[in-house]
Structure formats: structure tokens, C-alpha cells
């Protein structure tokens, strides 16, 4: 199979970015740099980027400001028929980016949306899904209201009936519900979850994980990371598991690293320090990386190494975007840093 045949599907909300120019906090700023995004779009470049198909499934008003947002979207390679014309309101996303230990700061305004007020039956998920060959999410999109965490699951049982494989990245947002109510839904839903992506906190707090010895040394050792994987896997009947690790005192500066369990075996990958441009988007990069890999039936090491390559590329650049190409991330995951100028 070509990599151009391969088709996923991504659920979630596409919102409008909002930013702060030059680093100014919310209450010095007269104006905001304007800019379009959603965790499973930014996977979805990636993706595109890569060479697979991604298509959007959500929800946008029918209007000039839904036209911009899916204009901005097929910009990118990503096909937005999946995308339904409804509703009036289209979701923002309010970004305050830190400095030293100024922490980046992010105000969601999302109630009363196009895609927050999606209910179980709006999506026609048998013919979005059809031919198919990955479903992806985050929990951004269940934790909106009770109507989209019954949405998600409506479109997961149906994914698993059809045999496409399903993937979910955690991505708990304390603004948008509390660790309780997202540990109630989401320990259901990932039941119906081929491959999870998650880092070692949310693991624990919301899908029950025991806690290991993880702290983040010189030597980046995915050993100390067993316990948790092993649960997520005996636990959830997962084909595949990423931990995403991050660490750093000041938001100029930030090592990753991660770990993926294939259901083999718990690899680690090669880990990197960054002073990121705009870090916003560098998860999703990884997991656009992470299913690419997987669909092409990459070796575990190798998979990791991409995905936490792309992630690292992603902080280099501006946006939540990740504009970069797959030889790039696969040159850095294959030979580290390189500070060159490239002729």
C-alpha cells in the first residue's frame, strides 16, 4: 500500500488563534496576530505533510469566519468535507506566550460553538469513516459537554466495528473540566482506543496509572517508565502506548523525550533541550509523526525517534503548525542536532 493511500480521520474542534504580539501579556495588548488550529488539524498537517490523506471531521459556523478557518485548513493539504456549516460561532483560543518563568498563558472561549453544540446522531460517522484506515481524537472534544463525550464514543464503537484502528491523545486542559469528571469519561472511552497518547501525569490521574520513578536525568532511561506503560496496556487492551515527557523550570527552554510501548516492547527515544520558538502544537506534531510511523509499520525505535523528531521541529517554528517535511524529521531523528546552514 502507498503512503498516499492511507486515510485518517480527525475529530475535533477548529478554532481561531488569538495572539498576543511580541510576548505582551492580555492586559497590555491592542491588537492579536490571528491564526487557525485545533489539536487534531495540527496532527492533521503532519499528516499531510507526510504524505497521507487527513480529513477533518467537525463543525464550523456559515459564515465568512468558518470560510477563513476551512480555507486556512485546505491550505495545508488537509480535506475539510467533513466539515459541517452550522451553528453561528466559531471557537477561540486566547494565547499570552511566557517568558523565563512567566508561564504561557491560554483562555479558551468555546461555549455555544459550531462544534461544542454537536449531540450524538449529527455525525453520519459510517460514511465519514468509510474507507478509512485511522480515527483520531483528543480529549479536548469530550471534555466540552456530555453531548460530545456521547459523540466520541458513538464514533469509536462504529471505528471499531469497521476495524479502523483508534487513537486518542489525552490532552487534558484543566480549563475546559475537572480531573474527576475527565477520569469518569475517559476511562470509558478509552476502552474503545487502539493507541493512546498521554503523558505520565494524566496517565495516573485520569486513567488510574501507578506512579514510577520518572524523574528526567542525564541519561533518559524508559525502564523507570515500565510500570505505567504495562498497566495502560493490561488495563485498556492497548495495541500501542506513548508517554510524553517533558521538563523544564522557564518557558524559554524545554527538554522532551518519550517512550512508546508497541505491545512488545517500551522503547525510549532520543532526547533533546530546546529553546522553542512557540511551543503550542509540539504534542500534536508528535502524535501526527507517532500515527504515521505506526500505519507504515515502522519499527518501534524508529516510530518514537520520528515522532519526538517532529515535535522537537515543531517548537522551531511559529504557529501551531508543524511546517516541516519528512525527510527533515527523519534526518534529525536519525543523526541528532545539527546547527549548519544547509546549501
Known amino acids: 500500500m502507498s503512503e498516499t493511500s492511507r486515510k485518517v480521520a480527525l475529530f475535533g474542534e477548529l478554532l481561531m488563534r488569538l495572539e498576543t504580539e511580541r510576548q505582551l501579556r492580555f492586559v497590555q495588548a491592542n491588537s492579536?496576530?490571528?491564526g487557525y488550529t485545533g489539536g487534531e488539524a495540527n496532527a492533521g498537517v503532519v499528516l499531510s505533510r507526510f504524505g497521507v490523506e487527513a480529513h477533518l471531521v467537525s463543525a464550523v459556523p456559515d459564515n465568512e469566519l468558518?470560510?477563513?478557518?476551512?480555507?486556512?485548513?485546505?491550505?495545508y493539504g488537509l480535506d475539510v468535507s467533513g466539515v459541517q456549516k452550522r451553528?453561528?460561532?466559531l471557537g477561540l483560543f486566547f494565547l499570552e506566550t511566557g517568558a523565563g518563568h512567566r508561564s504561557t498563558q491560554v483562555v479558551y472561549d468555546r461555549a455555544g460553538s459550531?462544534?461544542?453544540t454537536l449531540k450524538p446522531g449529527d455525525i453520519p460517522w459510517r460514511e465519514v469513516l468509510a474507507g478509512k484506515d485511522w480515527f483520531h481524537f483528543t480529549g479536548t472534544a469530550p471534555a466540552l459537554s456530555a453531548n460530545l463525550a456521547a459523540l466520541t464514543l458513538e464514533g469509536c464503537r462504529v471505528a471499531n466495528e469497521l476495524g479502523i484502528t483508534v487513537s486518542c491523545d489525552i490532552n487534558y486542559r484543566s480549563a475546559l473540566w475537572s480531573i474527576e469528571k475527565a477520569r469518569e469519561v475517559m476511562s470509558q472511552i478509552v476502552k474503545h482506543v487502539d493507541v493512546l497518547v498521554a503523558n505520565e501525569e494524566h496517565a495516573r490521574l485520569i486513567l488510574g496509572a501507578p506512579e514510577a520513578a520518572t524523574e528526567f536525568t542525564d541519561v533518559f532511561d524508559a525502564r523507570r517508565y515500565d510500570p505505567i506503560v504495562r498497566y495502560l496496556r493490561s488495563e485498556y487492551q492497548l495495541k500501542a502506548t506513548a508517554l510524553t515527557i517533558r521538563a523544564g523550570d522557564t518557558a524559554d527552554e524545554t527538554t522532551i523525550a518519550a517512550v512508546l510501548d508497541d505491545g512488545q516492547q517500551a522503547v525510549g527515544s532520543r532526547?533533546?533541550?530546546?529553546?522553542?520558538?512557540d511551543r503550542i502544537g509540539g504534542g500534536d506534531a508528535f502524535t501526527g509523526a507517532l500515527i504515521y510511523g505506526l500505519l507504515r509499520s515502522r519499527p518501534a525505535q524508529e516510530v518514537v525517534d520520528l515522532a519526538v523528531a517532529a515535535s522537537n521541529l515543531k517548537h522551531t517554528v511559529r504557529g501551531d503548525f508543524g511546517h516541516f517535511s519528512l525527510s527533515e524529521a527523519e534526518s534529525l531523528a536519525r543523526s541528532g542536532p545539527d546547527g549548519r546552514v544547509r546549501r
Do not use: D, Q, W
Open 32 to 34: 492579536f496576530e490571528v
Open 87 to 89: 451553528g453561528s460561532r
Open 66 to 75: 468558518g470560510l477563513a478557518c476551512t480555507n486556512h485548513m485546505r491550505r
Open 114 to 116: 459550531s462544534f461544542a
Open 271 to 277: 532526547k533533546y533541550t530546546i529553546r522553542p520558538l
